[in-house]
């Protein structure tokens, strides 16, 4: 069987609504498996209330720690340490910064003493979980942690590998902000990109970077205007702008107190009845995304 | 001194807040430090002066010298090399490389790797009557903010106080606009989403042992989510911005919430001045 269809959901800018819109999609959406992919401010769970299934450890690179009572103060490691991550502390020893040190062993390299080691870090945990609407894979990384991108790597192989096992054609990924290293990774193999904007001049710009990253990585791209309401001459720049470059608006979701008022409730917007405009158009964008998965 | 605004979640006002905060306090500079999405220029619409590029060093491996011995792939710990000794090919993977220029250190012939400029980024600075701007701006398909956030610091003049407004979560990019700074100004929003990253980036600022306190936007009479959890965990809450929908309003056409707000610059004076009071009382 091939591999399940992954749709990410991305947004460039944060607070746009993306894992509103994940949670609603993977509660209107049937036989998949869900990911979240915000693997460092991963929301998914407060929503779908994941029961864990299995936990793991996350390993990320290992960082340098210098032995002071070998170390002769040289100082060559400080030298070729290009992030900085190697300074004198009061007493004058040398000592790392473990927040700076990018674990590449530049400094185990000049040391002549053999001073410094490399020590492997536990980044985080993730888990498999069942909901009461698939399988979910998440995860959570230590705050100040890096090698986010790996861990992303990881949630998502370990989705198909369930996905296989189950027999179902699509993964929901819940995907972090930005254009950087985790976005890339949730971007690679997936079938079609999801991007959640609004119409706010911050929106819009980085629509249009997220939207160039997507073409960079091959991957289709749908646009979803949440609040389109709340600047109407600015939707219709997102509109003007997705006509010119041939790109679908697959919805627009109206500006609602009431996402709101569900949210600190922990209710989506299609979990009740006071949200009728805002439920209405996600239930079409769900149809739509269905349609494509069935193609 | 320097301050950070950084928020866990994304879309929570950190670039509207920190403008604003930049913007009432006269002497400033406002660095934009979310390098992925840098907005804040929308915002404070500054006069852009000088713009140039930020590269980092990367390796440029020669086969016409090169003996395809592997040793520069089995140093590199990020797996940017690889090479093939049947076929003598070196192949290079720009998006893995962190610059650190160990695979040069260890060739042993002789300028078979070079080490080359490559554009991360750019870096902008301007004016907008007499606010001071610094930006980034990553170039779309690099994997890492991070090199160019840290060099981007580095042109932050010493002679005032800066306000720098960081990328959303807690991951590499966050610690290193975080880093170095005084003050931590976290914003956050009274939902579960809003909570949760709250908590994060506590964790974050705590380990890192930077001094810090929180601003509650889109605050709602009656929610008291972030409140009880900040009475509970003893830090101080700087100020509440409510949840408007003419604020919002206002966002989407790129005005600060400090023009908006009743009140606004002494809001954000008075923020300022908190945060100059908790600095020196616990430094």
Known sequence: MDRAK??????????????????????????????????????????LKPDPLRQDEFKGGSIASIDTKKCIQCGECEKKCRFNAISRNKEGNFIVDSYKCEGCEFCTYVCPVNAIK?????????????????????????????????????????????????????????GPPGIGCPVISSLSSAALALIVTEPTLSGIHDLDRILATCKQFNVNAK????????????????????????????????????????????????????????????????????????? | ???????????????????????SNKNTIYVDADV???????????????????????????????????????????KAIAILKPVKKAIFFPELCHSCGLCSFVCPVENAIEEVPKEKGRIRKGEKNGQLFIEGILNVGEASGTPLIRGMKKYIPHDRDAIIDSSPGTSCPVVESVGDTDFVLLITEPTPFGLNDLKLAVEMVKEMKLPFGILVNKHEEGNSLIKDYAREEKITILGEIPFSREIAEAYSKGIPVVDVLPDGEKFFVNIMEKIRKGVNTSG
């Open chain 1, 118 to 174: 490399m020590n492997p870090q536990i980044v985080g945990n993730w888990y498999v979980s069942e909901t009461s609407f698939g399988t979910m894979v998440h995860a959570r990384l230590i705050p100040g942690a890096e090698n986010s991108g790996n861990l992303v790597a990881l949630v998502k192989r370990e989705a198909q590998l369930i996905a296989k096992k189950k027999g179902l054609r699509s993964i929901i990924v819940d």
């Open chain 2, 36 to 78: 992925e999405e840098p907005n804040g220029f929308l915002f404070i619409k500054p006069v852009i002066k000088e713009e140039f590029s930020y590269t980092e060093l990367i390796p440029l491996i020669h086969e016409d010298k090169c003996t395809f011995c592997g040793k520069c792939a089995d140093a590199c710990v990020y």
């Open chain 2, 1 to 23: 001194m320097w301050i950070s605004v950084a928020s866990g979640k994304g879309g929570t006002g950190k670039t509207t807040v920190a403008v604003s905060l930049a913007l």
């Open chain 1, 223 to 295: 646009i979803i205007i949440n609040k389109a309401d709340i600047n109407q001459s600015n939707t219709e720049k997102i509109q003007q702008f997705a006509d010119k470059n041939g790109l679908e608006i697959m919805g627009k979701i109206p500006f609602d107190r009431c996402v709101v008022k569900n949210l600190s409730k922990n209710l989506t917007p299609i979990d009740s009845d006071n949200c009728g405009a805002v439920k209405k158009e996600i239930k079409k964008i769900s149809n739509d995304v269905l349609r494509y998965l069935s193609e």
């Open chain 1, 6 to 47: 992954e749709i990410v959901i991305l947004s460039g800018k944060g607070g746009t609504g993306k894992t509103t819109l994940a949670t609603s999609l993977s509660k209107l959406i049937p036989n998949k498996v869900i990911v979240d992919a915000d693997v460092d401010a991963s929301d998914l769970f407060i929503l």
